[in-house]
């Protein structure tokens, strides 16, 4: 019976896959997807930062690693070396329970260790995050949080396209060629017809105190402001800016979230402001 059911799953043709992930995703309530048009500037721990605040204000909330060659959100939640247990019953799997009750699923809990690379080309990405969205049993979320991979690969394409009702951030860094990044990726969430949340300029200075005089200095690594320039030019919200501060880093590499360890950093500040905006848009 349970063989039959896991087969069965498996042999599934394509429309009744996408029915049962429309089933499924019509259980969560609001769908946050983080994207980025270019790599590195703050995707996985906005959108991991993002889920542990939401469930650490009362949300039920998931989270799905949609980066499927280059999957960190494991690391980021201190939750590597887990495995999702199989509900052979059912043919299915139950997503791996992290910090403050959050449902995570990642690629990274399927391989043997971190150092193993994923080799695989878009089609077979796009059955995994299939298989992810359709025979994970997520059950009832108030959010579901999906960390992409950066730019508008095929993956993107297509969580944007199953995935109804998404609401979009997208993360840049303040450079002037943000507002270039950034375009092709409202672009497509226009195209597609999903709500543009908004721009999030992420790594938005870089305050150092001068242990002589005590005075701060802000130094701009990475300029300033060309999230909100590319937010104005193409008539999108702004979310706010994030500054970049060691906290944030280490937050990230020890599996710590900044947001619960340092609520009362700048970084910590700006994402609660940042966090208090998605809701109002998501939840009114
Ligand atoms: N505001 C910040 N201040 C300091 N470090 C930061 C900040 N935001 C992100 N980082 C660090 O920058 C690195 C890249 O961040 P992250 O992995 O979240 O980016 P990403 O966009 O998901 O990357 P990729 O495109 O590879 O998926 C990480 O080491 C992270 O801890
Ligand atoms: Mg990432």
């Given at each position: 019976m349970a063989k039959n059911n896991a087969n069965t799953k498996q042999k599934m043709?394509?429309?009744?896959?996408?029915k049962l992930i429309k089933e499924r995703m019509e259980k969560i309530k609001h769908k946050v997807v983080?994207?980025?048009?270019?790599?590195?500037?703050?995707?996985?721990?906005v959108a991991v930062n993002l889920a542990i605040k939401l469930a650490a204000m009362g949300r039920t909330?998931?989270?799905?690693?949609?980066?499927?060659?280059?999957?960190?959100v494991p690391l980021m939640l201190n939750m590597e070396g887990k495995r999702p247990t199989v509900d052979a019953e059912k043919g299915e799997f139950r997503p791996v329970i992290g910090p403050m009750n959050l449902r995570v699923m990642s690629m990274a809990f399927l391989l043997q260790d971190n150092e193993t690379p994923v080799i695989w080309r878009g089609p077979m990405k796009m059955s995994a995050i299939r298989q992810f969205l359709s025979e994970a049993q997520w059950g009832e979320l108030d959010y579901m949080v999906f960390d992409l991979p950066p730019g508008?690969?095929?993956e993107t394409l297509d969580i944007l396209q199953l995935i109804e009702g998404a609401g979009v951030v997208v993360v840049t860094t303040p450079q002037d060629v943000a507002l270039l990044d950034s375009r092709k990726t409202v672009n497509m969430t226009k195209t597609?017809?999903?709500?543009?949340?908004?721009?999030?300029e992420n790594m938005s200075g870089f305050t150092v105190k001068c242990p002589e005089c005590g005075h701060e200095h802000k130094i701009e690594i990475f300029g300033y402001g060309g999230g909100?320039?590319?937010a104005e030019k193409l008539q999108v919200p702004f979310l706010g800016?994030?500054?970049?501060?060691v906290d944030v880093r280490t937050g990230g590499d020890s599996g710590m979230p900044f947001i619960i360890e340092h609520p009362e950093s700048a970084s910590g500040k700006a994402f609660d402001s940042v966090v208090n905006k998605i809701i109002d848009k998501m939840e009114k």
């Open positions: 043709n394509p429309r009744e896959r996408a983080v994207m980025s048009g270019k790599g590195g500037v703050g995707k996985t721990t909330v998931g989270i799905l690693d949609v980066d499927i060659t280059g999957p960190n508008t690969s095929d597609m017809k999903r709500e543009m949340l908004g721009i999030l909100e320039k590319a800016r994030v500054p970049f501060e």
